[in-house]
């Protein structure tokens, strides 16, 4: 038979598979496990779980794919948050020692990637704007643990980046988890903020905190915490969070756009699913953002990666 690609990535929220042949495309994963009231989990225990989850995954996808039946096989895994020196998270060795060990039980190459690059490289894929990779492009990665804005270029089998932009101080996820959790919702708390945001029938004016490509959150968490405490409602703290966020963002990547003189945006990470974030760049010429399901942690982008070697 002909080629496989095997795509593995362990990050703070999810352990996912990812499966490309010819003709086949699949994703299998499985979420974190979170107690109630907590806004993620500490590094030590997001590696039990990935250690626990990755043979499950294994398993599934060994009922249809049988990776010695390939002539060429390669492992794709993320082993890093960014690509680049000194970029670290113990979560990241649990899909590495993984990939390392099957690598070496079939006799496939290995390809080692960073969490970032595969944000990038499932948005890409999953909106099919190739054209994107023939001249540098700003890419927001956008998610629980990063809101970076970065300059990125195709660089053999990934992507040269360079941050300048996104949060000083708190990740947008890591705002929207806190809120919510804050308000008695589930982590991670998106989708019921996002939900609450759009269903909101009220216009509401935001402070935002943006100095050229970069952005402050802390303010207006402290904010809307005391504004909850005093019985403010839930349906308008979350409009704010959400509305906050989303100006924010199109206003940094605005001047991003002007300032280094580049047209085409790449959306990525889990919180750039949102659909009340989206509205935001309704007039905004250039911007492409993955599907739902790809905008989320996920291997398919590092599984992509790996079939261009």
């Known amino acids: 038979m002909g080629k496989i690609c095997l795509g593995i990535d362990t990050s703070c929220y999810t352990s996912s598979l990812a499966v490309m042949t010819e003709d086949k495309h699949r994703h299998y994963k499985i979420p ?4 109630e009231g907590q806004c993620g989990l500490r590094q030590s225990d997001a590696v039990f779980e990935h250690i626990k989850n990755l043979p499950v995954l294994f398993e599934e996808m060994s009922k249809e794919f049988d990776l010695t039946e390939y002539s060429e096989k390669v492992i794709s895994v993320s082993v890093s948050p960014r690509n680049e020196k000194g970029s670290y998270m113990p979560v990241f060795m649990a899909g590495h020692s993984f990939a390392r060990a099957v690598s070496a039980s079939v006799g496939a190459k290995l390809n080692c990637v960073s969490h970032q690059e595969g944000h990038i490289m499932a948005a890409i894929y999953s909106c099919g704007v190739y054209s994107i990779l023939e001249k540098p492009f700003i890419a927001v990665h956008i998610s629980g643990g990063t809101t970076e804005i970065v300059i990125a270029k195709r660089c053999g089998n990934g992507f040269e980046s360079e941050i300048v ?9 890591q705002f929207i988890d806190r809120i919510g959790v804050l308000m008695g919702m589930e982590f991670p708390s998106g989708k019921y ?3 609450m945001a759009m269903e909101y029938d009220k216009d509401e004016k935001v402070k935002i905190a943006v100095d ?5 959150f802390s303010g207006e968490e402290t904010r809307y915490r005391r504004l909850f405490e005093n019985g403010e409602s839930k349906e308008r703290i979350a409009y704010c969070t959400m509305k906050v966020i989303r100006e924010s963002v199109v206003l940094a990547i605005e001047n991003a756009k002007r300032e280094y003189g580049i047209e ?3 959306m990525a990470g889990g919180v750039s699913s949102s659909g009340f974030i989206r509205q935001g760049f309704e007039n905004i010429p250039n911007i492409y953002f993955a599907e739902v399901e790809l905008s989320a942690d996920n291997a398919v982008g590092v599984c992509k990666l790996g079939e261009f070697l």
């Open 212 to 216: 050229g490509c970069y952005i402050n």
């Open 193 to 195: 903020l996002d939900t």
């Open 32 to 35: 974190l496990k979170v107690k």
């Open 165 to 173: 932009g996104g949060t000083k101080d708190l990740p947008a996820g």
């Open 264 to 266: 085409n945006v790449l």
